[in-house]
């Protein structure tokens, strides 16, 4: 019999997201054929799919499907990265992205009940992927817009996607918005929509920050420095305020007038914001693995 070495488990593991475990018997049980244990798991995945529910997935991709007026963006997590950049993980990812444009979904629960071009629900598909792809893989978000107005839809890379609705201005302007939010993440769009409590919260730590001579200038004066240290702030957290990624020599307020444009809202969804990862240390469980 083949010797089942360390690095051939941590081969597999890679390869298929497997556990180490279900590798090393895998390997056993194909005599050391790599080949036919990432089958072997794949094969069997479909049995151990409620099994992996339970792993996180904080990697993943955001799809993304636009026509008509209307644009979704879907996140889909995958355990690694590694199947996150798989073509029957993208493949798959796409597939649900045109299906909740298609059924017009705001839920991820109806969005599971959604038929794709082959006949099966996104859930079952899904599943059908768990078997493939040897992960847990989740679909965890959906937005959408469905707008007479310019709408923009944007990826970057997977990992960020962005939903844009401007008034006015015209596609590539909508776009350029779109591409600014994902790179520049602005929690707010306009100066009116910063929260009173984030605005006075700022003006109690600039006052804090300031020197005791400072505190003593007359209250108008006073005002006046802690107004513009605030219109600083507000700028930075606003869409509006910011310098314009494609013409920094305007705001993005600006490059909206000149454009005859008015941004009416956007969103912007990363890969997986929220969720707790889980660092692993690949050597230590190949080594664990390998003394049972």
């Known amino acids: ?52 529910a339970s792993r996180v997935t904080a990697e993943g991709r955001i799809a993304v499907a636009q026509a008509d ?7 889909v997590n995958s355990e690694t990265d590694f199947v996150a950049k798989d073509e029957n993980f993208v493949a798959f990812t796409d597939a649900v992205a045109q299906a909740a444009l298609a059924a017009g979904s705001t839920d991820v629960e109806a969005l599971k009940a959604a038929r794709l071009p082959g006949g099966e629900t996104v859930e079952e598909a899904r599943a059908a992927a768990i078997a493939k792809l040897g992960e847990n893989i989740v679909v965890r978000r959906l937005t959408a817009i469905s707008s007479g107005n310019n709408v923009a839809a944007y990826s970057h890379g997977g990992k960020i996607g962005v939903l844009v609705e401007v008034a006015g201005g015209d596609t590539d302007f909508a776009r350029g918005i779109a591409m600014h939010v994902a790179a520049m993440n602005p929690p707010y769009n306009k100066a009116a929509d910063v929260p009173a409590e984030f605005v006075a919260k700022e003006k ?31 700028n930075e957290v606003s869409l509006y305020g910011q310098p314009y990624v494609l013409n920094t020599d305007l705001s993005v307020e600006a490059a909206a007038k000149a454009a005859g ?12 914001e929220g969720i707790e990862k889980v660092v692993e240390d690949y050597a230590a469980e190949v080594a664990k693995a390998m003394q049972v």
């Open 69 to 75: 007026g209307k644009a979704v963006l879907v996140e």
């Open 204 to 234: 109690e730590i600039e006052l804090a920050k300031m020197s005791e001579k400072d505190k003593q200038k007359p209250a108008e004066i006073l005002e006046k420095i802690i107004g513009g240290k605030i219109a600083k702030i507000v």
């Open 1 to 52: 019999m083949a010797e089942i070495t360390a690095s051939l488990v941590k081969e597999l593991r890679e390869r298929t997201g497997a556990g180490m475990m279900e590798c090393k018997k895998a390997l056993s049980e194909t005599n050391g054929d790599i080949d036919a244990a990432a089958e072997a798991l794949r094969k069997s995945g479909a049995a151990k799919a409620d099994k992996k």
């Open 261 to 272: 444009a008015d941004v009416v809202g956007f969103t912007r969804l990363a890969v997986g």
